[in-house]
C-alpha cells in the first residue's frame, strides 16, 4: 500500500514568507507525528496528533511553528516568517494504533534564502 | 527528560567486515529503541528494534543488543555490504504514542 507522502518534495522561499507543508499520513494510522532534521544533525521532534486529542505541541520551536491535522488525516505544518535557521528537512512519520513502527515520509527540504 | 547519545559520528569498515554502532540514553523510564537507516534523499527506515524486556535481537547480518541497567544499546552489522552504506539513527521512547527520541546519528561507508 502507499507509504507517507509529503509536499512539496523541495521548497525554497525568502526570509519572512510564511511556508505551509502537506503530509499524507498512511491510511488509518492514528497518530502523526512532525520532525525536523537540521544538516548533519538527528531528527528533533516538534508535534504530535493522536486521534482527536489535543496535539503534543512540546517541540515547536517557537510561535512562528503551527501544525493542524483536518479530519484525523492530513497535516499541514505553517512556518510564518521564515528566517534563515529554519532551512531544513521537515519530516512527518505515521503510526498505527497499537503499533511500535514509525513509518516516515520521505520529506520537504526547506531552504530559506 | 530523555537524551539519547550515539557514537561514532563516521565509521567506514572495509566490505564483510563488521560495523558496531553505541547508544546511550538518559531515562529509565524508556522501554522501546528502534534503529533506523537513512539513505539520501529518503526519510529513515526502520531496520530493527528491541523492546526493554528483551536482550537481544537478531535479523539475519543486523543485531541489536540493549543493557537497560547500564542504558546502553548497540546495533551490530555483521558481513557489511556497499548497499549498508547509509545514515544510521538510534532512537528511544516510552511506551504508547510518545515521540521517538534520536541520536544525531552515525554516517557508515562501506569500502569495496
Known amino acids: 500500500g502507499a507509504g507517507v507522502s509529503q509536499s512539496p518534495s523541495n521548497k525554497v522561499t525568502e526570509k519572512g514568507k510564511d511556508v505551509e507543508l502537506r503530509c499524507d499520513p498512511i491510511s488509518g494510522h492514528t497518530a502523526l507525528y512532525w520532525y525536523r532534521q537540521s544538516l548533519g544533525q538527528g531528527l528533533e521532534f516538534l508535534i504530535y496528533?493522536?486521534?482527536?486529542?489535543?496535539?503534543?505541541k512540546s517541540g515547536l520551536p517557537s510561535d512562528r511553528f503551527s501544525a493542524e491535522r483536518t479530519g484525523g488525516s492530513v497535516s499541514t505544518l505553517t512556518i510564518q516568517r521564515t528566517q534563515q535557521e529554519d532551512s531544513a528537512v521537515y519530516l512527518c512519520a505515521s503510526k498505527g494504533s497499537g503499533l511500535s513502527e514509525q513509518f516516515f515520509g520521505p520529506g520537504t527540504r526547506l531552504t530559506v534564502l | 527528560g530523555e537524551n539519547v547519545e550515539q557514537h561514532p559520528s563516521t565509521l567506514s569498515v572495509q566490505e564483510g567486515d563488521s560495523a558496531v554502532i553505541k547508544c546511550t540514553y538518559s531515562d529509565s523510564a524508556s522501554n522501546y529503541f528502534p534503529w533506523y537507516k537513512q539513505e539520501l534523499g529518503k526519510g529513515p527506515q526502520l531496520i530493527i528494534d528491541?523492546?526493554?524486556?528483551?536482550g537481544e535481537k537478531k535479523d539475519q547480518r543486523i543485531a541489536v543488543t540493549l543493557n537497560k541497567t547500564a542504558k546502553h544499546f548497540s546495533l551490530h552489522i555483521t558481513e557489511t555490504q556497499p548497499e549498508d552504506s547509509a545514515v544510521y539513527f538510534c532512537?528511544?521512547?516510552?511506551?504508547?504514542?510518545?515521540?521517538?527520541?534520536f541520536g544525531k546519528g552515525t554516517r557508515l561507508s562501506v569500502i569495496a
Open positions: 496528533f493522536q486521534g482527536n486529542s489535543a496535539p503534543d
Open positions: 528491541i523492546r526493554s524486556n528483551v
Open positions: 532512537a528511544a521512547r516510552q511506551s504508547g504514542n510518545t515521540p521517538l527520541v
